[in-house]
């Protein structure tokens, strides 16, 4: 009999593999990967050396070790952590809009395939639907939801009042740790995105991975 981790991870493998298969039915490139270590390859053999990179603040990126790699490996990475004004931020936020590959991760996915974030100012949903080339999604299992309504309600009740604690915001949810469906300034709970199909087919390529990442 199989002890605990080892049955979440038999349940990830196999569902993993499901979804993406399901993915690719709705016109996403899509692979199951069991390992940080594997999808981080994986996301690295999708871009070359002459691609513009630019992120869509994704932990599961950096947790996975996919910003440190590409850096470390001389790739054209533009990072806005690593500007010194508000206005070399905001400059390399909009360079997503014309990179050839922009990093992301989603707050929740669904058993059908279907891909759901929320977002505060509107840069990441924004750079996902239009503009680079190539979006790349890196996501962990743990974000894995039963349906639409059931995703949602994860990215707004899990994933935002995270980040909004860990963005230290003043909303509501970053003093509580709990959605109090707030309309504060800063809200983390803006922009709602739900991805149904890919268009034009593969530009959108999720990389699913068999680990408890992200929020």
């Not at 058993?111 to 190539?134: F, W």
């Not at 349906?147 to 949810?173: H, M, Y």
């Amino acid at each position: 009999m199989a002890n605990y981790n080892d049955a979440f991870a038999l349940r990830n493998d196999k569902a993993g593999e499901v979804i993406a298969e399901r993915m690719r039915k709705r016109h996403f490139q899509a692979w199951y990967c069991k390992t940080a270590e594997e999808a981080r390859d994986k996301a690295i053999s999708l871009i070359s050396k002459e691609d513009t990179i630019t992120f869509g603040g994704s932990y599961t990126a950096e947790q996975i070790g996919l910003l440190s790699a590409l850096k470390e490996g001389g790739y054209r990475v533009f990072d806005r952590k690593e500007a010194k004004t508000l206005e070399e931020k905001e400059e390399i936020i909009r360079k997503a809009f014309s990179s050839d590959v922009f990093i992301t991760s989603f707050n929740a996915f669904t058993e059908d395939g279907q891909l759901i974030n929320i977002d505060g100012n509107g840069n990441r949903v924004a750079a996902i639907a239009y503009g680079p080339k190539s979006v790349i999604a890196v996501i962990g299992m743990n974000k894995l939801t039963g349906d639409v309504e059931d995703a949602f309600d994860r990215a707004q009740t899990i994933a935002a009042p995270v980040n909004a604690q860990r963005l230290e915001l003043k909303s509501g949810c970053a003093k509580t740790g709990l959605c109090c469906d707030c309309l504060a300034e800063d809200t983390a709970c803006c922009y709602y995105q739900r991805i149904r199909a890919c268009r034009p087919a593969g530009k959108i390529k999720v990389i699913l991975i068999g680990e408890d990442l992200g929020f």
